[in-house]
């Protein structure tokens, strides 16, 4: 008789079995050498589970060796496998078996090929063999049947026998007890009558009992009723009490809040007043030197001015003595009879030169000056008015050969001339400025060119400017001198990123994309000092750093609040053009926060709760409660 082997402990635990791993029924298992491949499924009667089929086909080619062609591959296979596994439960522990497990039982035996007893045999027919194996195996299984019968049948004539004795020994216990019975019934008779009159005692002690556990019923009642109503005056209570320390601490935060919102505007009012009173002693210190340097710029003009006056006072002199000499030269002899001339006037007019207004004379009117060509003294005299060699008495040095030429200081050739010749006889640079600066004194006194000049290639901070046929000026934001310069020089070179090599032409469209002071400020400026791009974007920044340095803080983004005038939306988009001007930039955590507190009532107590980090989220949440 075979013996079941089995592989489960009383103690072991009841858990499903690894059955398959990936999409095959078994499980593969890699060795030193190679791997291999079983089916726990086929050892589950072994566990003490119920035995099926188990999936077995293929399982015998999956066997290879490290260093077969191919290996890798089964091995990566292998490791696909192991990473998708099924489990199984093992079911009720019992020693049964399915009935396709049974047939497969016997179909696996009947494929047993036994070792041929005799090698002169021929080979046996299975068929025979196979009816003896049938028929074998019935009469075993009759016998083992009968000898369990017959073993049964031995259990149950003893298990009679002794059910016998048993009866016997319970009839002499049933007699005794009978007479004790009797005895008992006789007692419980007399006792019985004694107990009826108790009871008859302690029903009308019962029913005093009854009628006084109904009246403290009553007040118990009374009493629950009256707690009842207690619990639900303290539930009330407790409700009003609970509201009450709500409030209390949404005060209290409140308070804290309004505390910290104080010290900060303390704190900000400090800063600002430092900052105001920084700004003062700049604007001070600024007008202070600026009043120097008018001062200074006032003594240099007076200074200039007197010596524009000597100088004016010199070439008077120089004038007259010219004019007489010229008058002299001109004078007809005493024997001539000259032409009838008013003494007077000649005596109260005094002589200038010839282009030139007097001081006095110039607030009084505008005279259109004459054009009259040089003079030289070497000019033919009419007849008859031939000068004596007498008459030039009076101006010794002047020889009538060697004519002088006086020029015409309003000829622009002549200036130039005047000019060519102090530049060879020696004048150096300084001497032409001074030149320069007592010619547009001169300008200035005499009231020409008092708004500047009007030359266009003067007025032109760049000139030579070539703009490209096909250039079209974008369309720039006008600057006004409130916002980042460094923001507005980038967008200004992102729209002109196609002339960024061509510095004339981004100077010279800059003054397109400003407006107000700014280009009031672009107009004053020197176009010496401008040469490049360069120049002009740290001239720019330069000039209005100071807005640059007031950008909003998170202080300022605290004090904003929400106009009456606008709704939550276009106060949130405010809010936030002005928070992305803060740097260093915030977080989404902390803008959320900020603009939280700048809300008031019912925006703060419904959002002060949102869980929400998103800044759009939290505009969306306003917009409903608005």
């Not at 030359?455 to 030579?464: K, N, S």
Request: hydrophobic residues 30%.
């Amino acid at each position: 008789m075979s013996v079941e082997v089995t592989w489960r402990a009383p103690w072991m635990p009841h858990h499903p079995v690894l059955y398959k791993c990936g999409n095959e029924p078994w499980v593969p298992l890699m060795g030193p050498w190679g791997a291999i491949s079983y089916a726990p499924i086929m050892v589950r009667r072994q566990f003490g589970s119920e035995q099926f089929v188990p999936m077995t086909h293929r399982l015998n080619s999956l066997e290879f060796a490290y260093g077969e062609p191919g290996f890798l591959k089964r091995i990566e296979e292998i490791t696909q496998a192991w990473k998708k596994t099924s489990r199984v439960d093992q079911g009720r522990y019992t020693d049964e078996v399915t009935t396709g497990y049974q047939i497969r039982h016997d179909q696996r035996v009947k494929d047993v090929v036994y070792p041929k007893e005799d090698a002169l045999r021929g080979p046996v027919d299975p068929e025979p063999r196979d009816a003896l194996l049938e028929s074998e195996l019935a009469r075993k299984k009759s016998e083992a049947e009968n000898a369990s019968w017959k073993q049964r049948y031995e259990d149950l004539q003893k298990e009679c026998e002794k059910m016998k004795r048993e009866v016997s020994e319970q009839r002499k216990k049933v007699r005794k007890m009978e007479g004790k019975y009797e005895s008992l019934n006789d007692k419980f008779s007399a006792t019985t009558s004694e107990l009826q009159r108790e009871i008859q005692v302690r029903e009308n002690r019962g029913n005093e009992l009854q009628t006084h556990n109904d009246g403290l019923r009553r007040q118990v009642r009374f009493q629950q009723e009256s707690i009842q109503l207690l619990r639900q005056e303290y539930e009330e209570l407790e409700g009003v009490m609970t509201t009450y320390q709500q409030e209390y601490e949404r005060l209290k935060q409140q308070s804290t809040r309004i505390q910290e919102w104080g010290e900060s505007y303390r704190q900000a009012y400090t800063e600002k007043y430092n900052q105001m009173d920084y700004l003062v002693w700049q604007m001070r210190e600024r007008a202070r030197i600026m009043e120097e340097e008018q001062r200074e710029r006032m003594d240099r003009m007076e200074r200039a001015q007197e010596e524009m006056r000597e100088q004016l006072a010199k070439m008077m002199e120089l004038m007259m003595s010219l004019s007489k000499g010229k008058r002299a030269i001109e004078e007809p002899t005493p024997s001539e009879n000259p032409p009838a001339q008013d003494s007077g006037n000649q005596m109260d007019d005094p002589s200038y030169p010839p282009r030139f207004t007097p001081p006095h004379a110039q607030t009084s009117q505008r005279v259109h000056p004459q054009v009259i060509p040089p003079v030289y003294y070497n000019a033919p005299t009419p007849l008859g008015h031939q000068p004596t060699h007498g008459q030039f008495g009076p101006y010794p040095g002047i020889n009538p050969a060697e004519p002088i030429h006086v020029p015409y200081l309003d000829d622009p050739k002549e200036q130039e001339k005047l000019r060519k010749d102090s530049s060879q006889t020696g004048e150096n640079e300084k001497d032409q400025k001074k030149y320069d600066l007592l010619e547009e004194r001169l300008r200035a006194i005499e009231g020409v060119d008092r708004f500047g000049t009007m030359d266009a290639t003067e007025l032109c901070l760049v000139p030579d400017v070539l703009i490209p046929a096909k250039f079209k000026v974008p369309e720039f934001e006008k600057y006004d001198g409130t916002k980042c310069p460094m923001a507005h020089i980038t967008m200004y070179c992102r729209k002109m990123a196609a002339q960024s090599h061509d510095d004339k032409l981004l100077i010279h469209f800059f003054q397109d994309s400003l407006t107000g002071s700014a280009a009031r400020w672009y107009v004053q400026l020197d176009r010496n000092r401008i040469k490049t791009w360069k120049d002009l974007a740290r001239a720019f920044i330069a000039q209005y750093k100071h807005v640059a340095e007031l950008a909003p803080d998170r202080l300022s983004l605290q004090t904003m609040e929400k106009k009456q005038s606008e709704n939550f939306k276009e106060y949130a988009q405010r809010w936030r053009d002005t928070a992305a001007q803060v740097q260093p930039p915030l977080t989404d955590k902390e803008m959320t926060v900020l603009f939280i507190n700048t809300l008031r009532a019912p925006f703060y107590e419904r959002l002060i709760g949102n869980a929400t980090k998103n800044f759009a989220d939290l505009v969306l949440s306003g917009e409903i409660i608005e």
